[in-house]
């Protein structure tokens, strides 16, 4: 489009506002209700924040993360019936990286919590987190375990608890709405109590345990240090 | 029908099929130290130096060809391992082999050299409990990481020393370092922990040679959360039982309850009323039916690939399951629902409707089962997948301890509902399956032909329910309020899992808690199978003996 001229000779002549978008010739499957709704404007004005929220909230991916029982009930969740899809926010992806929610749904062990934390890590920004049953808000009916990380924000910061032993699939949708509720508002505020951080073993404080492992941990190795005494 | 050929009775048993332990006393000679009475069989004390030469005595004269499980556990004055041996003909004939060892030098012979399943057993008694094992091929600890101070289940263990967990595995496979010094074309691979066909938090470390395996480590422990340890600072009475649920957590839950109710009902002489053993003998085979169609269901997802028609069909029919389990017991997932001397509550009322609900579940399951077999043993492309691949032989499969479906699909007869029976079992007309394959195939067809038996089962259990007199319903025996068995008392007791052999040993103290709980859980041991079908096969099959194996971590790692 040249000039102006030429401009308003387009528009005179639009029978559909497809041509005036896209020129004549043009698929009719690239037309819509919504698009002739909008006539021969097509123009919407919004914050470009709000806009990125309201995207972002309405189209979730998923990581495909099954920990233990819960991992049942997200199944369910996904599947047939409950079908967390219709809420554009049920399509599993196996690769944490082309994932940005991850659903945490089970018990965390000391030997899993450096590898939650990896994957996590692999998640591109922006990220959320669900955590769903007992299990991942304290430790659930395993608190008192030798082995048990009491609770998914001793590793991971955390948007939304949903809590249950496990929860029903009705309860994880709601919280999987309420998160994109809050994303689409830009509400997120994650819940930070990471005390259990990756550290290369030579950064770790000096103590009795690290020197008692000096021998069969190399100083370069990733590793992830728990304080069971100050656990809540 | 069975692989197995007919043999002639095994020394040690009387004409009528009993145990007589003074003729296995004889047979083992001096090795017998001292005889123990436990609950489910007799114990013989033996010396920590003996304990090969006993097994593999008893296994190959006596006929015990079944090592159930390994109980590592401390006393105040020594160490014990308790070997539970069977026989996978009749696992009614039980032995208990009873290894103490001294507390500050707790080391005791292998038993790896008779049993390929003690192998996984005795590293875990060395991790929880800290007896070693000399002659163990590879004596390292299981489930908690290889860092770990302590031995958590021993007596002095504190609880609140800090650990340090390294995060080893990362290491990209196409570095060098990945390579086996000697062999340059063979690559390091981690599956897992995170990976969507894994079932879980499984870690296989795998090594290629190519598309082909050419070793394998599965590497476990990703989900132990110390479900011994709770039950043992749990009282008998109501404490213990919300755990088993989440054991096996594919909807089993009811029949792992089952596992721990009848052995604490062994164990306190508790007769369970007929009435409430017909409602758990249903429920428990509902149970079944859903944790079988999760298997298949996912066992279709590893081999087809993403959330196709089969998985969704599968989880439609357990929505079905769950909500009249739900009706039932009052919970989709973790039931609940037996407590000692029987079962929570009556059916729900009214009771027309949940025999109707139920039996119109029932009156399609033929139909559905038969759309799977259109969809998976019928379809050629499954076939290709699964016929003759990750194939498990009958002779490995009993000395791996191998139960359930993986075993009955490499054609050993054993089903403990028949076997050793209990609940309402032998009054009821059922058939057990197995199939001669030993392949993936097999696997999965003796899951879906259960489907069809388990259905009978319930089919039968529903006539009784209706037809029971209404002033007979007696759904709870007289328990007292504060279980405290006898102390020194000690059994194993094992029920047919929806995995295969699930048994608990209990050992109590006198108080209202066990002094040691030990759970034989059926995927721990089928899973050390894994090398054995996979190792010189390419990497899809394993992924598909590893779905057929149908393994649960919450099991596994307990």
């Known amino acids: 489009m040249s000039n102006d001229t030429e401009l308003h000779d387009t528009l005179e002549q639009a029978q559909s506002t497809q041509e005036a978008r896209m020129g004549e010739g043009v698929d009719e499957r690239f037309n819509s209700t919504l698009r002739q709704a909008f006539g021969h404007t097509p123009f919407i004005l919004t914050k470009f924040d709000k806009f990125m929220n309201w995207v972002r909230g309405s189209s979730m991916f998923m990581l495909l993360f099954g920990i233990a029982c819960c991992s049942i009930e997200m199944m369910h969740t996904y599947a047939v019936k409950h079908d967390l899809d219709r809420f554009g926010a049920g399509v599993p992806r196996a690769s944490p990286r082309q994932a940005d929610v991850i659903i945490v749904p089970g018990t965390i062990v000391s030997k899993f919590a450096p590898r939650l934390k990896r994957v996590y890590d692999q998640m591109p920004e922006p990220k959320f987190v669900v955590s769903m049953g007992s299990c991942t808000i304290s430790g659930g009916p395993f608190q008192e375990g030798y082995n048990v990380i009491k609770g998914a924000e001793e590793v991971i910061p955390v948007d939304i608890h949903v809590p249950g032993c496990p929860p029903r699939p009705e309860a994880l949708i709601y919280g999987v709405a309420k998160l994109q509720e809050r994303v689409a508002n830009g509400e997120t505020a994650p819940v930070t109590v990471k005390p259990y951080e990756l550290e290369e073993f030579g950064d770790l404080e000096q103590d009795e345990l690290v020197q008692q492992l000096a021998s069969e941990v190399d100083d370069d190795d990733l590793v992830m240090r728990f304080n069971w005494a100050d656990s809540p | 029908m069975s692989l197995e050929e007919p043999q002639a009775p095994d020394v040690g048993v009387t004409g009528e099929g009993d145990l007589d332990y003074d003729a296995l006393e004889d047979l083992l000679g001096d090795n017998v130290v001292d005889r123990e009475q436990h609950e489910n069989a007799e114990g013989f004390v033996i010396r920590p130096d003996e304990v090969e030469e006993t097994l593999s005595t008893l296994k190959e004269e006596a ?408 002033e007979d319903r007696e759904i709870q025996a007289n328990v007292p309020r504060t279980l405290k068995p006898e102390p020194d008392t000690e059994i194993y007791r094992a029920v047919e899992g929806a995995k295969g052999e699930l048994g608990i040993y209990m050992r109590s103290d006198g108080t209202d808690k066990p002094a040691r709980f030990k759970i034989r859980s059926p995927c721990f041991c089928n899973l050390q199978t894994l090398p054995v079908m996979s190792e010189g096969e390419y990497i899809p099959d394993m992924i598909a003996s590893l779905g057929s194996l149908d393994i649960v971590l919450g099991e596994v790692d307990r």
């Open chain 2, 63 to 470: 006929g015990f060809d079944h090592l159930s499980s390994v109980t590592a556990q401390e006393y105040q004055d020594r160490y014990e391992s308790i070997y539970h041996l069977k026989k996978f003909d009749d696992p009614t004939q039980e032995l208990s082999v009873v290894v103490p060892t001294a507390r500050d030098d707790p080391v005791s012979e292998s038993a790896a050299g008779v049993f390929d399943t003690a192998e996984w057993h005795e590293r875990e008694a060395y991790d929880l409990v800290g007896i070693e094992y000399e002659g163990h091929p590879d004596l390292r600890r299981i489930l908690l990481p290889e860092t770990w101070q302590g031995h958590p289940l021993s007596q002095d263990y504190n609880q609140d020393k800090p650990q340090i967990v390294p995060l080893r595995e990362h290491a990209n496979p196409m570095e060098e370092k990945t390579k086996i010094p000697d062999d340059p074309d063979t690559m390091f691979v981690n599956i897992g922990p995170h990976h969507p066909a894994t079932h879980g938090v499984l870690h296989v470390k795998t090594t290629l040679d190519g598309e082909q395996i050419a070793d394998l480590d599965p590497d476990i422990g990703y989900l132990h959360r110390c479900e011994e340890q709770m039950c043992q600072q749990s009282t008998y009475r109501h404490q213990i039982m919300p755990y088993p649920d989440r054991w096996d957590y594919i909807s089993a839950g009811i029949l792992n309850e089952w596992a721990y109710a009848r052995a604490a009902e062994d164990m306190a002489d508790i007769e369970v009323p007929e009435y409430a053993q017909v409602i758990r003998t249903m429920s428990a085979e509902l149970c079944r039916i859903a944790a079988h169609l999760l298997a298949v269901g996912t066992f279709a997802l590893d081999i087809y690939g993403d959330f196709t028609a089969i998985f969704m069909y599968a989880i439609r029919d357990r929505e079905v399951i769950q909500n009249i389990l739900e009706d039932l017991t009052g919970q989709r997932l973790m039931f609940n629902y037996m407590r000692l001397g029987g079962v929570a509550w009556d059916l729900p009322e009214p009771r027309e409707d949940f025999f109707e609900q139920t039996r119109d579940f029932l009156d399609e399951l033929p139909d559905r089962l038969e759309e799977y077999h259109n969809l998976l043993t019928s379809n050629e492309i499954f076939q290709m997948r699964v016929i003759d691949t990750g194939v498990l032989p009958p002779e490995q499969a009993k000395s791996f301890g191998a139960t359930g479906p993986v075993a009955r699909g490499s054609g050993i007869d054993y089903d403990l509902r028949r076997d050793d029976p209990y609940g309402y079992y032998d009054e009821l007309e059922w058939d057990v399956i197995t199939e001669d394959g030993c392949d993936n195939f097999s696997r999965a067809l003796v899951r879906l032909k259960e489907m069809e038996q388990s259905g009978r089962i319930i089919e039968q259990c529903l006539d009784l329910l209706e037809d029971w007199p209404e």
